[in-house]
């Protein structure tokens, strides 16, 4: 069965610790992206990675670290550096762009982080 | 500046029709993805737009007007398990960014 993997569904950390979140897929896509909603709004991009080895800056990286150096696996820190770390993250990958009109984007089941 | 705009929530009756509106003006434009939100769960993918027009898929059909910066998601023979928020999402340029509206809420009644 394939598809995208995250880990662990709910996460307690408290304030000044980093913590890593784990995204893994297996649909053997190129692009992988993590994403951050907060009650009432909609998906902010964080962090993009296009193909192995690279990656992109979203629209709210600061805060937060990636790395890309597997293509099935795109960990997510979040560091102590992130005002308000408190969020339901969420990991998505898609064929990639090269492949034309395959711009679909599939999602893990997220990850619910609470800092206390 | 870029902003997607769609209603906050809206509210319909079993085995009705209802229409979600979306607007947008973004920098780029590659095309346009309805996904359906439960609460607590992923996004999973309705339907992506590119060009102008309907498109129908079973019970939901998308409409696209690039001109215009709208477009709307169409809901027919409503089922309770149709309550869920509905996010609009447009891909700029490149294929790669996808900037997402805030999602409309909505509730079906029996």
């Known amino acids: 069965d394939g598809g995208i993997t995250q880990s662990p569904k709910y996460l307690f950390r408290k304030e000044g610790q980093n913590v890593t979140l784990s995204c893994e897929q297996n649909?053997?896509?190129?692009?992988m992206y993590w994403y951050r909603q907060d009650p009432g709004q909609g998906l902010r991009l964080i962090y993009y990675s296009q193909i192995v080895n690279d990656f992109q800056k979203g629209d709210i990286a600061e805060g937060y670290s990636v790395s890309r150096e597997k293509k099935e696996s795109f960990p997510l820190t979040v560091t102590s550096a992130q005002k308000n770390p408190t969020a339901f993250y969420l990991c998505a990958s898609s064929i990639g762009p090269l492949h034309r009109g395959s711009y679909e984007q599939y999602f893990g089941p997220g990850t619910r982080l609470t800092v206390t | 500046g870029q902003n997607i705009d769609q209603p906050t929530e809206m509210t319909a009756t079993e085995g009705a029709i209802v229409q979600i509106n979306c607007t947008y003006q973004?920098?780029?434009?590659?095309?346009l993805f309805w996904y359906q939100q439960h609460a607590g769960e992923a996004p999973t993918f309705l339907s992506y737009?590119?060009?102008?027009g309907l498109e129908e898929k079973g019970r939901f059909s998308s409409f696209l007007s690039r001109s215009k910066g709208y477009s709307y998601l169409l809901l027919k023979e409503l089922q309770m398990k149709d309550s869920a928020s509905y996010l609009c999402?447009?891909?700029?340029?490149?294929?790669?960014?996808?900037?997402f509206g805030a999602g409309t809420r909505l509730f079906v009644k029996a």
């Open positions: 973004t920098s780029g434009f590659n095309g």
């Open positions: 999402a447009v891909l700029g340029l490149g294929g790669f960014k996808t900037i």
């Open positions: 737009n590119v060009l102008d």
């Open positions: 649909l053997n896509h190129d692009a």
